[in-house]
C-alpha cells in the first residue's frame, strides 16, 4: 500500500471513529458532517471524498464484507457447498475486522431501530448486497441451485446474522467481547444454515 493509500485509510478510519465517538455521546440526528469532519481534523468539502453521507458512516466495511463473500465463493473448494462457502466468508469477516462484532456493530444496531434514514440505507445495502451474493452463488453451483435456491439460501443466511446479532447486541447494556460475539455468531448462523450444510454434524 502506498504512503498516499495509507493516509486515506487513516483519514477515513479517524472519521469512522469520530463518528461513533459523537453519534454514542450527542447522538446521530444532533451530530453533523461539519463536526465529524472537523474532529477528524479535515475539511466538511473532504469528507464527501471519503463517505457520501452521514449514514455511510456507520457501513464503513458494507463493500469490504461483499467482497469477502464473493472472493469466498470464488476460492470454493471441491469439497465445499454453498452454505459452507458462506460460512467460510463470515469467519473470514471475523479474522479481518470486529466491523459485525464491536462497539460500532453495537452503535449500528441502535440506530437502525431509531433512526430512518439509518435503517433505509442499511436495507438499501443489505439487498445490493444479496443480489451479487445470489447471483455469484448460482453460477458458481449450478447443479445444486438455480437463482430461487440461491436467494433462499442467501435470504437465510442473511437472516441469521441480522437475527443473531440484534441478540447478541442489541438488547445489552453490558459490552461483550467482539471475540465472543463472533464465535456466537458464527454457531448460530450454521444452526440456520443446517439444511444446506454437506456435513451438519461438523459444523464449526
Known sequence: MSL???KRTRTRQALVDAATDLFESRGYDQTTIAEIAAAAEIGTR???SYFASKEDLL???ADVRVQAGLDAIAARGPEEGPAEVLLR???QIGEDSDDLSGRL???RLRL???VPAVRGRGLQLQQDAQR???RHLAAAFPDQLDEVGAGALTGAFVGAVTGAL???LGDSDDPIEPAAVQQALEVAVAVALTPWLRHPDHQQ
Open 4 to 6: 498516499r493509500d495509507r
Open 46 to 48: 473532504t469528507f464527501f
Open 59 to 61: 457501513f464503513p466495511e
Open 89 to 91: 466468508a463470515l469467519r
Open 105 to 107: 456493530a453495537a452503535l
Open 112 to 114: 437502525i431501530r431509531t
Open 132 to 134: 451479487q451474493i445470489v
Open 166 to 168: 440484534q441478540v447478541l
